[in-house]
């Protein structure tokens, strides 16, 4: 499939853990970078992790660095977003995205726009 599908949402307790599953597509040939996005109701879409498909290289949004962790299966088939030490500053719907070749408008690529290819979210609630 040509679109991410992310899985693995739901209702987590503050200081929890919690692991999306991101399935790509076998076209990951044309696709220079995945990443994960978030966005609370009312607030802007915004930058959470990302993973360059050609050396594995990543990159994090400053103020979660050393909480969250991307990373990819042995098979290419999916990426993963390790959340730690969760609190309810987490609590949005996470997107999984794909950004194609040719079309990355910023190195490492960060902001929506440079992202084409978006799964539909999954949702994440920390209470307490």
């Known amino acids: 499939q040509v679109q991410p599908v992310e899985s693995g949402g739901g209702l987590v307790q503050t200081g929890g853990s919690l692991r999306l599953s991101c399935a790509v597509s076998?076209?990951?040939?044309?696709?220079?970078?995945t990443g994960w996005f978030r966005q609370a109701p009312g607030e802007e879409r915004e930058f959470v992790a990302g993973?360059?498909?050609?050396?594995?290289?990543?990159w994090y949004a400053d103020s979660l660095k050393g909480r969250f962790t991307i990373s990819r299966d042995s098979a290419k088939s999916t990426v993963y977003l390790q959340m730690n030490s969760l609190n309810a500053e987490d609590t949005a719907v996470y997107y999984c995205?794909?950004?194609?070749?040719?079309?990355?408008?910023?190195?490492?690529?960060?902001?929506?726009?440079?992202?084409?290819?978006w799964g539909q979210g999954t949702q994440v609630t920390v209470s307490s």
């Open positions: 995205a794909s950004a194609l070749r040719g079309s990355v408008r910023h190195i490492p690529p960060t902001t929506p726009a440079d992202f084409g290819s």
């Open positions: 076998g076209r990951t040939f044309s696709t220079y970078a």
């Open positions: 993973f360059r498909w050609s050396d594995g290289n990543t």
